[in-house]
């Protein structure tokens, strides 16, 4: 009796294991989302956010080969791409320059502020250190109608004349709390054995900043600095207040330009950023992954 019963037992837990409902850990998840329908509100869900994000872009890459100017489609027909690369659009083409300028001196500036704005709060206790990450928040956290405000009120209480050089500090104060926030992130993974085994190695304080906390917060760094870089090109209520004559953004520009109408050249500048963006993103990705895993 007692070897029938025992047979009878490990019959059964097989075929329990073979039950995909009731079969234990990895194997019941996969069995249980195998078993699952095809369709579900939370895919119906994705996909109608997915068709609410990317129509836009849809529809603002079909009309840039549109051979009329208006939303009426007159034919396929590249003459807006032909305009963009045309000495019509120096203004533009200056405004996207600036832009460009801008993002990256600022974001650069940002990236290497907050950095080691992040490892010394990090690293260091005093007496001030709470307050420090909260005031470095603050920009994240107010409108932007009101850091553009105060900024203009500062730059003209202190006669500093209006330009690029205001958008550049405007842009540095209002990306420094994403660089913040993402190299802290990192920091708190941080493994601080290494920096004692650096120690007893003999390596300085100096060599550990260089050699081992900067390559260990690089992903933080590096995703700081695009963020920085993305939220600079395309920020227009402080440029706007900021920025004077002669020293327009590309956001400033096609808001000026939407009064007139919006001109199928923005569509056709527009679709070149889009596939530089993708390009950049594509050629960086082996290289960002490379730096994730170290």
């Not at 895919?43 to 836009?56: D, E, G, N, Q, Y």
């Not at 990256?104 to 206790?125: D, E, H, K, Q």
């Not at 003999?202 to 992903?219: D, F, K």
């Amino acid at each position: 009796m007692n070897g029938r019963s025992g047979k009878k037992g490990m019959l059964q837990g097989f075929v329990t294991l073979l039950r995909p409902g009731k079969a234990p850990g990895e194997a019941a998840r996969h069995a249980r989302r195998a078993s699952r329908p095809r369709f579900s509100f939370s895919r119906l869900v994705f996909i109608l956010t997915f068709i609410f994000l990317f129509l836009p872009l849809g529809v603002l890459m079909l009309y840039s080969f549109n051979g009329a100017k208006g939303m009426n489609w007159a034919g396929f027909s590249l003459r807006w791409y032909g305009e963009l690369f045309s000495f019509h659009s120096r203004d533009l083409w200056r405004a996207f320059g600036h832009s460009v300028i801008i993002a990256l001196t600022s974001a650069t500036t940002a990236t290497v502020i907050g950095t080691f704005g992040a490892i010394g709060v990090n690293w260091y206790r005093f007496r001030l250190r709470n307050y420090v990450q909260i005031i470095s928040f603050l920009p994240m956290i107010l409108p932007e109608i009101i850091i553009g405000v105060s900024l203009l009120v500062f730059f003209t209480g202190i006669g500093m004349q209006i330009g690029l050089l205001n958008i550049y500090i405007a842009h540095t104060t209002f990306n420094l709390p994403f660089v913040f926030l993402m190299v802290m992130a990192r920091l708190d993974e941080f493994d601080f054995s290494i920096i004692e085994a650096a120690r007893d190695l003999g390596a300085g304080e100096g060599q550990i900043l260089v050699r081992v906390t900067v390559p260990i917060c690089m992903p933080g760094i590096i995703s700081g600095f695009l963020t920085a870089v993305t939220i600079s090109l395309e920020d227009f209520v402080i440029t706007y207040f900021v920025g004077g004559p002669g020293s327009s953004t590309l956001p400033v520009f096609i808001y000026s330009a939407i009064r007139y109408g919006v001109s199928p050249v923005i569509n056709a500048l527009s679709v070149v950023m889009i596939l530089g963006t993708v390009l950049i993103a594509f050629l960086l990705r082996n290289f960002l992954k490379y730096i994730a895993a170290k």
